[in-house]
């Protein structure tokens, strides 16, 4: 690989971004650290970092044969992805099938009501003020986005979760809701970050076991073993 990693360009939560000589392509590395509740909860993962950087790689290049453009190049090591540089949109898309977490929350539903259709949401990308829910119209009329990238944004979002739950659905899990990021690169919107238990919840069929990061927002204990486990059906 004629690639040079270079300096740290940024750390978030969960993830460092390398540059390299190329300045379209970035190394994306994992790390096991873990937060919930706006980083008010801290901690690690052992090998979160591994786990998430194989789940997002299988996924990304699961999703570019289906025809979804994403950020992923290639893999470089076991924490460690390259990826187009992109400017991230502020912006964290969701995807509901099952009804849990904030939207239980916010609508007062017990978790676990399977949805008519599914519920795509934006949240405004901010730690600050705990990514408020908001509507097109608070992007639009805010900058954060074109009405043409929205579009584009939420079509990719709904073909994603028809591939994502398909493919789970084959392994023996249910895709309960899920978090999107998409970036700019050269004039086209990539899907980007990861795609992970991190980012995900995932329930065993019929168990409805949880095999996602709720174990560790909620001290259900086995959170390395479900990162494993989701490990394994990804790629077992
Ligand atoms: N999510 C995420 N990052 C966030 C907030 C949520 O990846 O900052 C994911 C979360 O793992 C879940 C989905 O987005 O799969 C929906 O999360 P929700 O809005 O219910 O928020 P939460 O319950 O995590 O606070």
Known sequence: MMLTKGAK????????LY?????D??????????TAFNAQKRGTILD????NNKISAAMFKYLEAQGIATHFVEPLSDREMLVKRVQIIPLEVTIRNIVAGGMAKMLGIEEGLVLKQPVFEYHYKSDALG???I????ALALGMATEQELRLIRERSFQVNDALKAYFAKRGIDLVDFKLEFGRHKGQILLADEISPDTCRFWEQGSRRKLDKDRFRRDLGGVEEAYQE???RVVG
Not at 19 to 23: K, L
């Open 9 to 16: 360009m940024y750390e978030g939560k969960a993830k460092i």
């Open 19 to 23: 540059e390299t000589d190329n300045p």
């Open 25 to 34: 392509r970035v190394i994306q590395y994992f790390k096991d650290d873990a």
């Open 48 to 51: 979160k970092g591994v786990v």
């Open 131 to 133: 990514d408020p829910l």
């Open 135 to 138: 509507n097109d119209d608070h």
């Open 230 to 232: 989701m490990l394994k």
